[in-house]
């Protein structure tokens, strides 16, 4: 089947007066699951345990990161004495017990990026509760050797002629992410791929040992320029300020997996025949990590702005670089045959 497509290639970064960030951030109403408690002291962000153990990361609720950086990013330079703080209610307790962690991957998944996070901003800190279970997971994670699984098919498409996978599937072809991103960073000339997953497992890949979620869990668009990795989560009309924790969550996931830091163990299992590109990534070759937040014209969630940008870039780990880019989207896409 043939069809047509057009991505504009001018990228634009998102711009907000700083007097309408400290109003979207502390007059929006906050989702269900979040509290936030604010003092002369701290901006305590509270999320609602279950949630935390039983949704997505990315969900609004859920999404720390985003709220974290916009919360830092209201009160920059106007009450900087102040830190963001992360609290859990219920508190949440990791069972490191093999029969139990299976099931535990949403949450796995929340103490990495707590620990993460933790490590990387001086403005931001864990509640004493909180910080100690993030501790044990920590203990937990060098305890043993950790992998990724592999992908063994190509990435599917769908029927649909205008949606994230039809987009997702025009930026890989050729240059054309190479030129969207042009004004913003230079991804190179290599290949890019789709969708690598990014599941964790303890010793060897097997649904007994998973430890982060697995099924669908993956990186939107990925390729390699020299010593650098550039991941990408794409938007399409959708606005959600969890686009921060996913790309945090998967850059930190990436420089864990393919740069000598003593992370993860890169799966090289000899029985199986990689695809989406895997085979590139087996040379620990790699020492950056660029994280790439691209939405269509549309925009960005109105907390995810340039300011934050800056304060999620001027993290601790100066091999962790963040980008904002946008394209515009016209025409039919039809699925390749």
């Not at 909180?130 to 992908?151: M, P, T, Y």
């Not at 002629?161 to 969207?180: C, M, P, Q, R």
Request: hydrophobic content about 35%; charged content about 30%; aromatic content about 10%.
């Amino acid at each position: 089947m043939k069809g047509k497509a057009e991505l504009h290639c001018n990228t634009e970064m998102t711009k907000m007066h700083e007097k309408e960030k400290v109003k979207d951030f502390r007059k929006v109403r906050k989702p269900k699951g979040l509290t936030v408690e604010e003092n002369d002291n701290e901006i305590r962000l509270i999320l609602d345990g279950k949630k935390v153990e039983e949704e997505n990361m990315q969900v609004t609720c859920n999404a720390f990161e985003g709220w974290a950086v916009a919360a830092q990013a209201c009160i920059l330079n106007e009450e900087s004495n102040k830190k963001v703080v992360l609290d859990v209610k219920p508190g949440v307790n990791y069972d490191q017990d093999p029969e139990k962690t299976k099931n535990e991957g949403h949450l796995a998944r929340f103490l990495y990026r707590a620990m993460r996070f933790d490590e990387q901003y001086d403005w931001f800190m864990l509640s004493e509760e909180l910080s100690n279970e993030v501790k044990d997971f920590r203990r937990f994670l060098e305890s043993g050797v950790f992998i990724n699984n592999i992908a063994t098919c190509d990435a599917g498409n769908t029927n649909r002629e205008e949606d994230e996978n039809a987009i997702e599937d025009i930026l890989s072809k050729g240059n054309t992410l190479k030129t969207v991103l042009s004004d913003v960073v230079d991804v190179g000339n290599n290949d890019v791929f789709r969708q690598l997953p990014v599941g964790l497992f303890k010793d060897e890949v097997g649904k007994e040992n998973r430890i982060f979620t697995g099924g669908k869990s993956a990186i939107d668009l990925w390729t390699y320029y020299n010593s650098e990795i550039s991941i990408v989560e794409l938007k399409y009309k959708n606005r959600m300020i969890g686009i921060i924790t996913e790309i945090f969550f998967y850059a930190n996931y990436m420089y864990d997996l393919v740069t000598q830091n003593d992370g993860f163990i890169m799966n090289t299992t000899p029985n199986k025949t990689p695809a989406r590109g895997y085979e590139k990534l087996t040379v620990k070759g790699f020492d950056t990590v660029n994280g790439i937040m691209l939405a269509d014209k549309t925009g960005f969630h109105p907390l995810v702005n340039e300011k934050g940008l800056e304060i999620l870039s001027n993290g601790s780990n100066p091999k962790i670089k963040y980008y904002m880019a946008k394209y515009g989207f016209k025409g039919e896409v039809y699925r390749v045959c």
